[in-house]
Protein backbone atom coordinates (compact mmCIF):
# COMPACT_ATOMS: atom_id res chain seq x y z
CA UNK A 1 0.00 0.00 0.00
CA UNK A 2 1.23 3.44 -0.78
CA UNK A 3 1.42 6.13 2.15
CA UNK A 4 -1.08 8.31 1.03
CA UNK A 5 -4.60 7.80 -0.68
CA UNK A 6 -5.01 10.40 -3.19
CA UNK A 7 -6.34 8.30 -6.12
CA UNK A 8 -7.70 5.33 -6.64
CA UNK A 9 -4.74 5.48 -9.08
CA UNK A 10 -2.75 5.34 -6.06
CA UNK A 11 -4.07 1.42 -4.86
CA UNK A 12 -3.77 -1.78 -7.01
CA UNK A 13 -6.63 -4.29 -8.10
CA UNK A 14 -4.84 -6.87 -4.88
CA UNK A 15 -4.57 -3.30 -2.89
CA UNK A 16 -8.62 -3.10 -3.06
CA UNK A 17 -9.54 -6.33 -2.18
CA UNK A 18 -7.53 -6.36 1.00
CA UNK A 19 -8.98 -3.00 2.00
CA UNK A 20 -12.60 -4.86 1.58
CA UNK A 21 -11.40 -7.59 3.72
CA UNK A 22 -10.25 -5.92 6.72
CA UNK A 23 -13.19 -3.40 6.34
CA UNK A 24 -15.34 -6.93 6.56
CA UNK A 25 -13.77 -7.55 10.04
CA UNK A 26 -14.56 -3.58 11.27
CA UNK A 27 -17.96 -4.33 9.91
CA UNK A 28 -17.85 -7.07 12.72
CA UNK A 29 -16.73 -4.60 15.36
CA UNK A 30 -19.50 -2.47 14.90
CA UNK A 31 -21.48 -5.13 15.72
CA UNK A 32 -19.72 -5.74 19.26
CA UNK A 33 -21.46 -4.39 22.47
CA UNK A 34 -18.18 -2.07 22.35
CA UNK A 35 -17.54 -0.71 19.20
CA UNK A 36 -13.82 0.54 19.59
CA UNK A 37 -10.68 -1.40 19.21
CA UNK A 38 -7.27 0.26 20.84
CA UNK A 39 -5.51 -0.87 17.02
CA UNK A 40 -5.07 3.08 16.63
CA UNK A 41 -4.36 4.18 20.03
CA UNK A 42 -1.72 7.22 20.64
CA UNK A 43 -2.48 8.05 17.16
CA UNK A 44 -4.18 11.63 15.85
CA UNK A 45 -5.82 12.24 12.91
CA UNK A 46 -7.17 15.56 11.42
CA UNK A 47 -9.87 16.50 9.69
CA UNK A 48 -9.30 19.39 7.46
CA UNK A 49 -12.42 20.60 5.69
CA UNK A 50 -12.00 23.46 3.56
CA UNK A 51 -15.66 22.50 1.91
CA UNK A 52 -19.07 22.13 3.60
CA UNK A 53 -19.33 18.07 4.34
CA UNK A 54 -21.58 16.25 6.86
CA UNK A 55 -21.26 12.63 6.14
CA UNK A 56 -17.80 12.41 4.96
CA UNK A 57 -16.55 13.91 8.00
CA UNK A 58 -18.88 12.47 10.72
CA UNK A 59 -17.99 8.78 8.94
CA UNK A 60 -14.02 9.87 9.23
CA UNK A 61 -14.32 11.14 12.67
CA UNK A 62 -16.45 7.57 13.98
CA UNK A 63 -14.15 5.77 11.89
CA UNK A 64 -10.95 7.35 13.77
CA UNK A 65 -12.68 7.26 16.89
CA UNK A 66 -13.55 3.21 16.78
CA UNK A 67 -10.17 2.63 16.48
CA UNK A 68 -8.78 5.17 19.39
CA UNK A 69 -7.08 7.56 17.66
CA UNK A 70 -7.59 11.44 18.78
CA UNK A 71 -9.41 13.27 16.23
CA UNK A 72 -9.08 16.71 15.74
CA UNK A 73 -11.84 18.42 13.47
CA UNK A 74 -10.52 21.53 11.59
CA UNK A 75 -13.44 23.17 9.53
CA UNK A 76 -12.51 26.51 7.88
CA UNK A 77 -15.11 28.86 8.94
CA UNK A 78 -14.14 30.37 12.38
CA UNK A 79 -10.65 29.36 12.50
CA UNK A 80 -6.99 30.86 10.97
CA UNK A 81 -8.00 29.96 7.59
CA UNK A 82 -10.69 32.36 7.57
CA UNK A 83 -7.94 35.29 9.11
CA UNK A 84 -6.35 34.20 5.59
CA UNK A 85 -3.74 31.08 6.63
CA UNK A 86 -2.35 29.62 3.79
CA UNK A 87 -2.55 25.47 3.20
CA UNK A 88 1.17 25.25 3.50
CA UNK A 89 0.58 27.38 7.12
CA UNK A 90 -2.14 25.20 8.26
CA UNK A 91 -0.13 21.88 6.94
CA UNK A 92 3.15 22.88 9.14
CA UNK A 93 0.98 24.09 11.65
CA UNK A 94 -0.71 20.49 11.68
CA UNK A 95 2.72 18.90 11.24
CA UNK A 96 3.99 20.81 14.17
CA UNK A 97 1.10 19.33 16.77
CA UNK A 98 2.14 15.66 15.65
CA UNK A 99 -0.65 14.61 13.01
CA UNK A 100 -0.13 11.06 11.95
CA UNK A 101 -2.95 11.70 9.43
CA UNK A 102 -4.67 14.26 7.57
CA UNK A 103 -8.00 13.74 6.09
CA UNK A 104 -8.62 16.56 3.74
CA UNK A 105 -11.60 17.88 1.97
CA UNK A 106 -10.49 20.86 -0.40
CA UNK A 107 -12.14 22.85 -3.24
CA UNK A 108 -9.34 22.47 -5.78
CA UNK A 109 -8.46 19.53 -7.43
CA UNK A 110 -5.03 18.14 -6.29
CA UNK A 111 -4.79 20.07 -3.16
CA UNK A 112 -4.61 16.85 -1.29
CA UNK A 113 -1.36 16.08 -3.25
CA UNK A 114 0.19 19.56 -2.63
CA UNK A 115 -0.50 19.02 1.09
CA UNK A 116 1.72 15.38 0.79
CA UNK A 117 4.86 17.49 0.11
CA UNK A 118 4.77 19.71 3.43
CA UNK A 119 3.44 17.14 6.32
CA UNK A 120 4.83 13.58 7.26
CA UNK A 121 1.58 11.74 7.78
CA UNK A 122 -0.51 9.99 5.57
CA UNK A 123 -2.53 12.20 3.46
CA UNK A 124 -6.00 10.69 2.88
CA UNK A 125 -8.26 12.90 0.27
CA UNK A 126 -11.98 12.71 1.31
CA UNK A 127 -12.89 15.06 -2.02
CA UNK A 128 -10.44 17.27 -3.85
CA UNK A 129 -12.61 19.80 -6.23
CA UNK A 130 -13.93 17.69 -9.33
CA UNK A 131 -11.04 15.03 -9.23
CA UNK A 132 -11.48 12.32 -6.97
CA UNK A 133 -13.50 10.81 -3.93
CA UNK A 134 -11.73 7.60 -3.40
CA UNK A 135 -13.18 6.62 -0.26
CA UNK A 136 -16.55 6.64 -1.58
CA UNK A 137 -15.31 4.80 -4.14
CA UNK A 138 -13.99 1.92 -1.66
CA UNK A 139 -16.99 2.20 0.56
CA UNK A 140 -19.46 1.79 -2.78
CA UNK A 141 -17.51 -1.20 -4.02
CA UNK A 142 -17.75 -2.79 -0.39
CA UNK A 143 -21.42 -2.15 -0.91
CA UNK A 144 -21.47 -3.33 -4.39
CA UNK A 145 -18.95 -6.92 -3.38
CA UNK A 146 -21.40 -7.87 0.13
CA UNK A 147 -24.70 -7.49 -2.21
CA UNK A 148 -23.78 -8.85 -5.79
CA UNK A 149 -20.27 -10.75 -4.46
CA UNK A 150 -18.44 -10.04 -7.76
CA UNK A 151 -17.52 -7.06 -9.99
CA UNK A 152 -16.05 -9.20 -13.26
CA UNK A 153 -18.25 -8.25 -15.95
CA UNK A 154 -20.86 -6.53 -13.80
CA UNK A 155 -22.91 -4.16 -15.60
CA UNK A 156 -22.93 -0.96 -13.94
CA UNK A 157 -23.96 3.01 -14.81
CA UNK A 158 -23.08 5.99 -13.30
CA UNK A 159 -26.15 8.19 -13.97
CA UNK A 160 -26.11 12.40 -14.43
CA UNK A 161 -23.65 14.88 -13.52
CA UNK A 162 -20.42 13.14 -14.43
CA UNK A 163 -18.38 16.25 -15.36
CA UNK A 164 -18.20 17.72 -12.01
CA UNK A 165 -18.68 14.33 -10.06
CA UNK A 166 -15.06 13.27 -8.07
CA UNK A 167 -17.48 10.54 -7.58
CA UNK A 168 -18.01 9.42 -10.93
CA UNK A 169 -14.11 9.16 -11.26
CA UNK A 170 -12.90 7.79 -8.73
CA UNK A 171 -16.21 4.86 -9.21
CA UNK A 172 -15.16 4.32 -12.86
CA UNK A 173 -11.20 4.08 -12.50
CA UNK A 174 -12.02 1.61 -9.29
CA UNK A 175 -14.90 -0.61 -11.20
CA UNK A 176 -12.73 -0.45 -14.51
CA UNK A 177 -9.54 -1.81 -12.28
CA UNK A 178 -12.07 -4.77 -10.54
CA UNK A 179 -13.35 -5.71 -13.99
CA UNK A 180 -16.56 -4.59 -13.99
CA UNK A 181 -18.44 -3.05 -17.14
CA UNK A 182 -19.20 0.59 -16.61
CA UNK A 183 -21.42 2.88 -18.48
CA UNK A 184 -21.71 6.47 -17.63
CA UNK A 185 -25.15 8.06 -18.53
CA UNK A 186 -26.08 11.80 -18.86
CA UNK A 187 -26.60 14.48 -20.70
CA UNK A 188 -23.38 15.21 -23.73
CA UNK A 189 -23.34 18.87 -21.52
CA UNK A 190 -22.52 16.65 -18.17
CA UNK A 191 -20.62 13.80 -19.93
CA UNK A 192 -16.71 14.90 -19.15
CA UNK A 193 -15.00 14.56 -23.12
CA UNK A 194 -12.31 12.79 -22.29
CA UNK A 195 -14.45 9.76 -20.43
CA UNK A 196 -13.72 6.72 -23.05
CA UNK A 197 -9.98 7.26 -22.10
CA UNK A 198 -11.11 5.61 -18.57
CA UNK A 199 -12.31 2.62 -20.40
CA UNK A 200 -15.77 3.50 -19.85
CA UNK A 201 -18.45 3.31 -22.25
CA UNK A 202 -20.98 6.72 -22.85
CA UNK A 203 -24.76 6.76 -23.23
CA UNK A 204 -26.94 9.76 -23.45
CA UNK A 205 -29.81 7.28 -23.65
CA UNK A 206 -30.81 6.34 -19.82
CA UNK A 207 -33.87 3.64 -21.19
CA UNK A 208 -31.47 2.39 -23.57
CA UNK A 209 -29.08 1.04 -21.16
CA UNK A 210 -31.45 0.40 -17.83
CA UNK A 211 -32.70 -3.21 -18.97
CA UNK A 212 -28.66 -4.39 -19.13
CA UNK A 213 -27.89 -3.56 -15.42
CA UNK A 214 -26.82 -5.05 -12.23
CA UNK A 215 -26.31 -1.51 -10.56
CA UNK A 216 -27.52 1.70 -11.64
CA UNK A 217 -25.57 4.87 -9.60
CA UNK A 218 -27.48 7.92 -9.49
CA UNK A 219 -25.17 11.04 -9.33
CA UNK A 220 -26.34 14.22 -7.01
CA UNK A 221 -26.56 17.35 -9.69
CA UNK A 222 -24.08 19.86 -8.56
CA UNK A 223 -25.55 23.51 -9.01
CA UNK A 224 -23.08 24.60 -6.77
CA UNK A 225 -20.00 23.68 -9.00
CA UNK A 226 -21.90 24.49 -11.81
CA UNK A 227 -20.94 27.64 -13.83
CA UNK A 228 -23.30 28.23 -16.84
CA UNK A 229 -26.43 26.38 -17.69
CA UNK A 230 -25.56 23.20 -18.98
CA UNK A 231 -29.51 22.18 -18.78
CA UNK A 232 -32.28 23.83 -20.06
CA UNK A 233 -34.50 23.24 -16.33
CA UNK A 234 -34.41 20.81 -13.19
CA UNK A 235 -37.80 19.43 -14.53
CA UNK A 236 -36.24 18.72 -18.11
CA UNK A 237 -33.46 17.11 -16.62
CA UNK A 238 -35.59 14.97 -13.94
CA UNK A 239 -37.62 14.46 -16.92
CA UNK A 240 -34.77 12.73 -19.31
CA UNK A 241 -32.22 11.83 -16.30
CA UNK A 242 -34.09 11.31 -12.93
CA UNK A 243 -35.02 7.62 -11.73
CA UNK A 244 -38.27 7.36 -11.33
CA UNK A 245 -40.72 4.49 -10.66
CA UNK A 246 -41.27 3.78 -14.04
CA UNK A 247 -37.54 3.38 -14.68
CA UNK A 248 -36.98 1.31 -12.11
CA UNK A 249 -39.82 -0.65 -13.57
CA UNK A 250 -37.11 -1.34 -16.52
CA UNK A 251 -33.93 -2.45 -14.37
CA UNK A 252 -33.82 -6.18 -14.16
CA UNK A 253 -34.45 -8.21 -11.30
CA UNK A 254 -32.34 -7.61 -8.32
CA UNK A 255 -30.17 -4.49 -9.73
CA UNK A 256 -28.97 -2.28 -7.10
CA UNK A 257 -29.53 1.58 -7.11
CA UNK A 258 -26.87 3.53 -5.40
CA UNK A 259 -26.51 6.98 -4.52
CA UNK A 260 -23.66 8.66 -2.80
CA UNK A 261 -26.07 11.37 -1.09
CA UNK A 262 -26.99 13.79 -0.24
CA UNK A 263 -29.81 13.51 -2.27
CA UNK A 264 -32.15 15.92 -4.25
CA UNK A 265 -35.12 14.11 -3.87
CA UNK A 266 -37.52 14.50 -6.87
CA UNK A 267 -34.43 15.65 -9.21
CA UNK A 268 -32.03 12.82 -9.93
CA UNK A 269 -34.01 10.47 -7.83
CA UNK A 270 -37.87 10.64 -7.12
CA UNK A 271 -38.60 10.54 -3.13
CA UNK A 272 -40.49 7.06 -3.47
CA UNK A 273 -37.83 5.24 -5.67
CA UNK A 274 -34.92 6.58 -3.02
CA UNK A 275 -37.04 4.54 -0.21
CA UNK A 276 -37.48 0.74 -2.22
CA UNK A 277 -35.81 -2.12 -0.61
CA UNK A 278 -33.28 -2.44 -3.57
CA UNK A 279 -31.79 0.99 -2.73
CA UNK A 280 -28.66 0.65 -0.47
CA UNK A 281 -28.10 4.41 0.32
CA UNK A 282 -28.26 3.24 4.38
CA UNK A 283 -25.57 0.68 3.78
CA UNK A 284 -23.73 2.56 1.94
CA UNK A 285 -23.45 5.15 5.06
CA UNK A 286 -22.68 2.24 7.61
CA UNK A 287 -20.00 0.53 5.48
CA UNK A 288 -18.15 3.88 4.44
CA UNK A 289 -17.08 3.87 8.73
CA UNK A 290 -16.07 0.45 7.78
CA UNK A 291 -13.88 1.49 4.94
CA UNK A 292 -12.72 4.49 6.61
CA UNK A 293 -11.26 2.19 9.38
CA UNK A 294 -9.72 -0.12 7.23
CA UNK A 295 -7.93 2.62 5.17
CA UNK A 296 -6.67 4.21 8.22
CA UNK A 297 -5.22 1.01 10.17
CA UNK A 298 -3.72 -0.11 6.74
CA UNK A 299 -2.33 3.22 6.09
CA UNK A 300 -1.52 3.93 9.98
CA UNK A 301 -0.81 0.56 11.29
CA UNK A 302 2.24 0.11 9.94
CA UNK A 303 5.14 2.91 9.21
CA UNK A 304 7.83 1.03 12.17
CA UNK A 305 11.27 0.49 10.96
CA UNK A 306 11.25 -3.42 10.89
CA UNK A 307 9.68 -6.57 11.85
CA UNK A 308 8.16 -6.58 15.91
CA UNK A 309 9.73 -9.74 17.81
CA UNK A 310 7.93 -13.16 16.90
CA UNK A 311 4.96 -13.39 19.55
CA UNK A 312 2.55 -16.00 20.74
CA UNK B 1 17.48 -26.27 9.28
CA UNK B 2 16.91 -28.12 11.94
CA UNK B 3 13.35 -29.71 12.45
CA UNK B 4 12.46 -31.99 15.67
CA UNK B 5 8.81 -33.38 15.81
CA UNK B 6 7.46 -32.77 19.45
CA UNK B 7 3.94 -34.24 18.19
CA UNK B 8 2.22 -36.38 15.99
CA UNK B 9 -0.77 -36.51 15.20
CA UNK B 10 -1.85 -39.29 17.65
CA UNK B 11 -0.36 -37.57 20.40
CA UNK B 12 -1.91 -34.34 19.54
CA UNK B 13 -5.50 -36.29 19.72
CA UNK B 14 -4.78 -37.63 23.02
CA UNK B 15 -4.07 -33.93 24.73
CA UNK B 16 -6.88 -33.07 22.79
CA UNK B 17 -8.89 -35.95 24.49
CA UNK B 18 -7.52 -35.02 28.21
CA UNK B 19 -7.77 -31.22 27.98
CA UNK B 20 -11.68 -31.74 27.37
CA UNK B 21 -12.05 -33.93 30.16
CA UNK B 22 -9.88 -31.82 32.17
CA UNK B 23 -11.98 -28.58 31.13
CA UNK B 24 -15.21 -30.44 32.04
CA UNK B 25 -13.64 -32.10 35.42
CA UNK B 26 -12.17 -28.22 36.33
CA UNK B 27 -16.21 -26.59 35.38
CA UNK B 28 -17.89 -29.64 37.08
CA UNK B 29 -19.41 -30.16 33.32
CA UNK B 30 -20.11 -28.12 30.74
CA UNK B 31 -23.09 -26.04 31.88
CA UNK B 32 -22.27 -22.28 30.80
CA UNK B 33 -18.72 -23.01 29.00
CA UNK B 34 -17.85 -21.59 25.72
CA UNK B 35 -15.06 -22.19 23.25
CA UNK B 36 -13.07 -18.90 21.69
CA UNK B 37 -10.18 -20.25 19.65
CA UNK B 38 -7.54 -17.37 18.72
CA UNK B 39 -7.05 -17.27 14.96
CA UNK B 40 -5.36 -18.76 12.98
CA UNK B 41 -4.67 -22.29 14.83
CA UNK B 42 -6.65 -22.46 18.02
CA UNK B 43 -10.21 -21.75 16.20
CA UNK B 44 -9.73 -25.56 14.58
CA UNK B 45 -8.55 -26.65 18.25
CA UNK B 46 -11.31 -24.99 19.90
CA UNK B 47 -13.43 -26.99 17.25
CA UNK B 48 -11.86 -30.35 18.60
CA UNK B 49 -12.40 -29.85 21.80
CA UNK B 50 -15.82 -29.11 21.43
CA UNK B 51 -16.36 -32.09 19.24
CA UNK B 52 -14.43 -34.08 22.37
CA UNK B 53 -16.85 -32.05 24.80
CA UNK B 54 -19.89 -33.74 23.25
CA UNK B 55 -18.39 -37.15 23.05
CA UNK B 56 -17.90 -37.46 26.52
CA UNK B 57 -20.68 -34.99 27.83
CA UNK B 58 -23.16 -34.94 25.35
CA UNK B 59 -23.46 -31.24 25.30
CA UNK B 60 -23.04 -28.87 22.80
CA UNK B 61 -20.56 -26.19 23.52
CA UNK B 62 -20.27 -23.03 21.54
CA UNK B 63 -17.92 -22.25 19.88
CA UNK B 64 -16.25 -19.10 18.68
CA UNK B 65 -12.70 -17.66 16.97
CA UNK B 66 -11.65 -14.39 17.80
CA UNK B 67 -8.91 -11.91 15.79
CA UNK B 68 -6.07 -9.87 18.21
CA UNK B 69 -5.33 -7.79 15.57
CA UNK B 70 -6.50 -4.75 16.64
CA UNK B 71 -5.46 -5.56 19.98
CA UNK B 72 -2.16 -5.95 19.23
CA UNK B 73 0.66 -4.11 21.47
CA UNK B 74 3.25 -3.36 18.47
CA UNK B 75 0.70 -1.97 15.64
CA UNK B 76 2.90 0.90 14.11
CA UNK B 77 6.26 -1.09 15.33
CA UNK B 78 5.95 -3.34 11.85
CA UNK B 79 6.43 -2.17 8.79
CA UNK B 80 3.56 -3.27 7.38
CA UNK B 81 -0.29 -3.10 8.96
CA UNK B 82 -0.61 -6.50 11.10
CA UNK B 83 -2.37 -9.03 8.68
CA UNK B 84 -6.37 -9.12 9.64
CA UNK B 85 -8.21 -12.62 10.27
CA UNK B 86 -12.14 -13.13 11.23
CA UNK B 87 -13.39 -12.70 14.57
CA UNK B 88 -17.06 -14.36 14.94
CA UNK B 89 -18.70 -14.60 18.71
CA UNK B 90 -22.01 -15.02 17.53
CA UNK B 91 -23.23 -15.99 20.60
CA UNK B 92 -23.48 -13.98 24.86
CA UNK B 93 -20.80 -14.31 25.95
CA UNK B 94 -22.10 -12.22 29.74
CA UNK B 95 -22.08 -14.45 32.42
CA UNK B 96 -20.42 -17.27 30.66
CA UNK B 97 -17.07 -19.23 31.35
CA UNK B 98 -15.36 -18.64 28.54
CA UNK B 99 -12.66 -20.95 27.63
CA UNK B 100 -9.70 -19.45 25.45
CA UNK B 101 -8.12 -21.87 23.19
CA UNK B 102 -4.55 -20.96 21.46
CA UNK B 103 -1.92 -23.28 20.09
CA UNK B 104 1.08 -22.07 21.35
CA UNK B 105 1.81 -20.39 24.42
CA UNK B 106 4.67 -18.20 24.66
CA UNK B 107 5.44 -14.58 25.34
CA UNK B 108 1.91 -13.66 26.89
CA UNK B 109 1.27 -10.89 25.07
CA UNK B 110 -1.39 -12.99 22.80
CA UNK B 111 -3.45 -13.77 25.17
CA UNK B 112 -3.43 -10.22 26.94
CA UNK B 113 -4.68 -8.93 23.72
CA UNK B 114 -7.76 -11.64 23.91
CA UNK B 115 -8.21 -11.26 27.07
CA UNK B 116 -8.99 -7.46 26.09
CA UNK B 117 -10.71 -8.32 22.89
CA UNK B 118 -12.88 -11.11 24.83
CA UNK B 119 -14.01 -7.84 27.41
CA UNK B 120 -15.45 -5.84 24.50
CA UNK B 121 -18.52 -8.35 24.11
CA UNK B 122 -19.53 -8.60 27.41
CA UNK B 123 -18.56 -9.51 30.77
CA UNK B 124 -17.88 -13.26 31.44
CA UNK B 125 -18.19 -15.18 34.64
CA UNK B 126 -14.58 -16.62 34.18
CA UNK B 127 -11.42 -16.60 31.45
CA UNK B 128 -9.43 -20.06 31.40
CA UNK B 129 -6.88 -20.60 28.81
CA UNK B 130 -6.07 -23.94 27.06
CA UNK B 131 -3.09 -24.17 24.62
CA UNK B 132 -1.54 -27.58 22.65
CA UNK B 133 1.66 -26.05 23.78
CA UNK B 134 3.25 -24.16 26.33
CA UNK B 135 7.32 -23.02 25.37
CA UNK B 136 8.08 -21.15 28.26
CA UNK B 137 9.96 -17.36 28.08
CA UNK B 138 6.74 -15.72 29.49
CA UNK B 139 6.83 -11.82 29.25
CA UNK B 140 3.34 -11.37 31.05
CA UNK B 141 1.79 -12.68 34.46
CA UNK B 142 -0.02 -15.34 32.52
CA UNK B 143 -0.29 -19.18 32.70
CA UNK B 144 -2.66 -21.48 31.16
CA UNK B 145 -5.20 -23.44 33.03
CA UNK B 146 -4.93 -26.64 30.57
CA UNK B 147 -1.88 -27.48 28.92
CA UNK B 148 -1.43 -30.11 25.93
CA UNK B 149 2.50 -30.62 26.38
CA UNK B 150 5.16 -28.54 28.17
CA UNK B 151 7.88 -28.08 25.94
CA UNK B 152 10.74 -25.96 27.39
CA UNK B 153 12.54 -24.43 23.99
CA UNK B 154 15.14 -21.87 23.02
CA UNK B 155 14.31 -18.07 22.08
CA UNK B 156 15.78 -18.64 18.80
CA UNK B 157 13.76 -21.42 17.71
CA UNK B 158 9.91 -21.81 16.67
CA UNK B 159 7.11 -23.82 17.61
CA UNK B 160 5.07 -24.98 14.76
CA UNK B 161 1.74 -26.50 14.89
CA UNK B 162 0.19 -27.98 12.18
CA UNK B 163 -3.33 -29.18 11.72
CA UNK B 164 -4.83 -31.49 8.87
CA UNK B 165 -7.50 -28.71 8.01
CA UNK B 166 -5.33 -25.73 7.81
CA UNK B 167 -2.00 -27.39 6.82
CA UNK B 168 -2.45 -31.08 5.67
CA UNK B 169 -1.55 -33.12 8.43
CA UNK B 170 -1.28 -32.57 12.41
CA UNK B 171 2.07 -32.63 13.99
CA UNK B 172 4.13 -30.05 16.31
CA UNK B 173 7.74 -29.38 15.72
CA UNK B 174 10.02 -27.14 17.13
CA UNK B 175 12.58 -25.67 14.15
CA UNK B 176 15.69 -23.59 14.14
CA UNK B 177 15.29 -20.31 13.26
CA UNK B 178 17.20 -19.56 9.70
Redesign the interface.
Known sequence: ?NKHLLSINDVSAEDIVRIL??AE?FR??GT???K?????RG?TVVNLFYENSTRTRISFELAAKR?SADVINFTTSGTSVAKGESLKDTALTLQAMGADAIVIRHSSSGAPYTLTRWVRGSVLNAGDGTHEHPTQALLDLYTIREKLGRFEGLRVAICGDVLHSRVARSLSFALVKMGADVTLVGPPTLIPPDAPAWGVQVSFDMDEVLPKLDVCYMLRVQRERQRQQYVPSVREYARLFGLTRERVAMLPEGALIMHPGPMNRGVEIDSDVADLPQAVMEEQVTNGIAIRMSLL???????????????? | MGSVRLLDGVEIRRAVTRIAHEILERNKGAQRLVLVGIAARGDELARRLAAEIERIEGARVPVGVL?I????D?????????E?????IDFDINGTTVVLV??????G??VRAAM??LV???RPAAIQLAVLVD?GHRELPIRADFVGKNAPTRRDE??RVALVETDGEDAVYVEERP
Not at chain 1, 36 to 40: G, H, R, Y
Not at chain 2, 74 to 82: K, L, S, T, V, Y
Open positions: MDVSEVRVIKVPALRLYLLLGGGGPEEAGHDA | DTFYRDIGMRAEAPVHETRDDVLYSRTDADFGRDV
